[in-house]
């Protein structure tokens, strides 16, 4: 019984050996480049928004940051959508305890401003 079972096994995977060995250029993988998308698209603004809350909820600074300026935008298209997002951000006057103001000034002269 055991000398039928290998056998039909050996059957069995002979044909799926034969098919995956026919064209090996389709399981070739791809490369695929980051490409520059367009700063303002409503993706890359809701990524910045996800990214700054993310980054001021781990800090242990005690002001809020915000985001200056989007300075470059890119997206690799995968099984997922890959952003890179170049900011500057700058700190600003609001503590983040009160977290629902999102219209904070920018900070000047600050001694921690570089």
Known sequence: MSRAWWLSLLLLTLPVALVAGIDPGKNEVTLRTFKTVDTSSSNVKQCVWFAMREY?????????FTVASVLQAQLRVT?????????????????????GNENCAIQKNSKLEK
């Open 79 to 99: 099984h997922c959508l890959e952003y890179i997002i170049d900011v500057e951000i700058v700190r600003s006057n609001c503590k983040k305890i009160s977290s």
């Open 56 to 64: 001021n909820k781990d800090s242990k600074d005690k002001y809020i």
